[in-house]
């Protein structure tokens, strides 16, 4: 049924970043946005739930392993290449279908607590995770990763994404929850013909092709000494003519820069794990002088190591002020805009991350009851806006909605048990670290 809901702060996340006192925000039946604005010139009559706090679009986590919840603190001290060599591919060897699907649920649940309501996602036995996605009402971008390992087919792992995508579209499930796309792992981990051939597979099917892009230094030091950079590697492949979402992208030139913005390359900007690996500092204040699309992304919980993106906001702010010596580099609403509309433009969706007629009604209440905010929401926008920021984040997400569907009240998943969720984890990270 049409519904509306009414908050007496209401962040619609649109460019000029407006803040509607006494907003509301209505819902049809399909579960889109109908309209969004001040309560008393919302049209119609339809049920309305009051809401006490503030509300505002589903976060975007614009790049996730979330299945990785499973390898949660594996080899948390190690740099980037040891983890992955040497932790991280070793237990990922061991995986089940049954294995990814309970690390999924279990990062679904979190990231839905936290009001990320859409993760792009990286990781293997894609279908389970789909079914996860399903069970929670989260949304999600999917993408099995395409990598050249002994014992792996690369081939395959095309052929299959374009099976799926063939069978199924881009995207399927009620409201359109799921989309699929191809997800090669890197230009350093696999030969040019197969980033030839995910090029036009996805060119034929308009995907999306997630790929890591100069995460670390050292990574692809064979790529850039043949190519000068790995954004020309991918260009001259004709990946960057596609829709393309650059993970990390930590080692940029400027020259990299103008290439993805002239290319319109979308960039998941993933400050906490590039911190926590010491990859390094993305250069975020270029990328968006650049006009260059910028969302953020938690990378997975084993290098990260959680699911809040709310951290990410205010990392990102951080490093930006650090790394340029300026306090004003990136303003608590510029980093929150990376966190829901950077996020959908990044992807290249156009109805996620805004509260807008005709995006879906993703969409977050946060409670004002907390010392984030004591002295109310009556302060300047600016005030409210940066202790929702700095001094609130994940912890005072109270209600999420999904397409118009409430999948999170009072703090909890509505359509899943925590606990039950938490247990199938617990039993299958045991078995992967046996």
Same mark, same amino acid.
């Given at each position: 049924?049409?519904?509306?809901?009414?908050?007496?702060?209401?962040? $619609? #996340?649109?460019?000029?970043?407006?803040?509607?006192?006494?907003?509301?925000?209505?819902?049809?039946?399909?579960?889109?946005?109908?309209? #969004?604005?001040?309560?008393?010139?919302? $049209?119609?009559?339809?049920?309305?739930?009051?809401? /006490?706090?503030?509300?505002?679009?589903?976060?975007?986590?614009?790049?996730?392993?979330?299945?990785?919840?499973?390898?949660?603190?594996?080899?948390?001290?190690?740099?980037?290449?040891?983890?992955?060599?040497?932790?991280?591919?070793? =237990?990922?060897?061991?995986?089940?279908?049954?294995?990814?699907?309970?690390?999924?649920?279990?990062?679904?649940?979190?990231?839905?607590?936290?009001?990320?309501?859409?993760?792009?996602?990286?990781?293997?036995?894609?279908?389970?995770?789909?079914?996860?996605?399903?069970?929670?009402?989260?949304?999600?971008?999917?993408?099995?990763?395409?990598? %050249?390992?002994?014992?792996?087919?690369?081939? *395959?792992?095309?052929?299959?994404? %374009?099976?799926?995508?063939?069978?199924?579209?881009?995207?399927?499930?009620?409201?359109?929850?799921?989309?699929?796309?191809?997800?090669?792992?890197?230009?350093?981990?696999?030969?040019? +013909?197969?980033?030839?051939?995910?090029?036009?597979?996805?060119?034929?099917?308009?995907?999306?092709?997630?790929?890591?892009?100069?995460?670390?230094?050292?990574?692809?030091?064979?790529?850039?000494?043949?190519?000068?950079?790995?954004?020309?590697?991918?260009?001259?492949?004709?990946?960057?003519?596609?829709?393309?979402?650059?993970?990390?992208?930590?080692? !940029?030139?400027?020259? %990299?820069?103008?290439?993805?913005?002239? *290319?319109?390359?979308?960039?998941?900007? #993933? $400050?906490?794990?590039?911190?926590?690996? &010491?990859?390094?500092?993305?250069?975020?204040?270029? !990328?968006? &002088?650049? &006009?260059?699309?910028?969302?953020?992304?938690?990378?997975?919980?084993?290098?990260?190591?959680?699911?809040?993106?709310?951290?990410?906001?205010? !990392?990102?702010?951080?490093?930006?002020?650090?790394?340029?010596?300026?306090? /004003?580099? !990136?303003?608590?609403?510029?980093?929150?805009?990376?966190?829901?509309?950077?996020?959908?433009?990044?992807?290249?969706?156009?109805?996620?991350?805004?509260? +807008? &007629?005709?995006?879906?009604?993703?969409?977050?209440?946060? %409670?004002?009851?907390?010392?984030?905010? =004591?002295?109310?929401?009556?302060?300047?926008?600016?005030?409210?806006?940066?202790?929702?920021?700095?001094?609130?984040?994940?912890?005072?997400?109270?209600?999420?909605?999904?397409?118009?569907?409430?999948?999170?009240?009072?703090?909890? /998943?509505?359509?899943?048990?925590? =606990?039950?969720?938490?247990?199938?984890?617990?039993?299958?990270?045991?078995?992967? *670290?046996?």
């Amino acid at each position: 049924m049409p519904q509306r809901l009414r908050a007496p702060v209401v962040l $619609p #996340c649109d460019p000029a970043f407006s803040v509607i006192r006494d907003g509301a925000v209505d819902i049809g039946d399909d579960g889109r946005i109908t309209f #969004c604005g001040p309560a008393a010139a919302a $049209p119609g009559d339809v049920p309305v739930t009051e809401l /006490t706090g503030i509300l505002l679009p589903g976060l975007i986590n614009a790049h996730a392993h979330s299945p990785m919840t499973l390898l949660r603190g594996m080899g948390g001290d190690l740099p980037l290449l040891r983890w992955l060599n040497e932790i991280i591919w070793p =237990a990922e060897a061991k995986l089940r279908a049954e294995d990814v699907r309970a690390g999924m649920l279990l990062g679904s649940v979190e990231m839905l607590r936290h009001g990320v309501t859409t993760s792009a996602e990286m990781y293997f036995f894609a279908e389970q995770m789909a079914e996860a996605v399903l069970e929670t009402g989260a949304r999600a971008v999917l993408g099995g990763p395409i990598i %050249d390992l002994p014992g792996v087919d690369w081939r *395959r792992m095309i052929e299959a994404a %374009d099976r799926w995508i063939d069978t199924d579209g881009l995207r399927f499930g009620p409201g359109d929850r799921i989309e699929l796309s191809y997800a090669p792992h890197s230009a350093y981990m696999l030969p040019l +013909e197969a980033l030839r051939q995910v090029t036009e597979s996805a060119a034929a099917r308009g995907a999306l092709v997630q790929i890591h892009v100069a995460e670390a230094a050292n990574e692809d030091s064979r790529q850039r000494a043949e190519f000068g950079s790995v954004p020309r590697l991918l260009d001259e492949v004709g990946m960057l003519g596609g829709r393309v979402l650059a993970a990390h992208a930590v080692h !940029l030139s400027d020259e %990299d820069i103008a290439l993805f913005a002239a *290319r319109g390359t979308g960039v998941a900007h #993933c $400050p906490g794990s590039n911190a926590k690996l &010491a990859s390094g500092i993305a250069r975020l204040t270029d !990328l968006r &002088a650049a &006009a260059v699309a910028v969302g953020l992304g938690t990378d997975g919980p084993a290098s990260n190591d959680d699911l809040d993106l709310w951290e990410e906001v205010q !990392l990102s702010a951080m490093l930006a002020r650090l790394s340029t010596q300026d306090s /004003t580099a !990136l303003r608590a609403k510029d980093a929150l805009l990376l966190a829901t509309r950077g996020g959908a433009d990044a992807l290249g969706r156009d109805d996620l991350g805004a509260l +807008e &007629a005709g995006r879906w009604a993703d969409l977050v209440h946060v %409670d004002p009851d907390g010392p984030a905010f =004591a002295t109310g929401l009556d302060e300047p926008d600016e005030q409210v806006i940066s202790n929702l920021v700095w001094a609130a984040g994940s912890r005072q997400v109270r209600d999420v909605w999904v397409a118009g569907e409430q999948v999170v009240a009072g703090r909890e /998943t509505v359509r899943v048990d925590r =606990a039950k969720v938490q247990s199938a984890a617990r039993d299958a990270a045991s078995r992967l *670290r046996a």
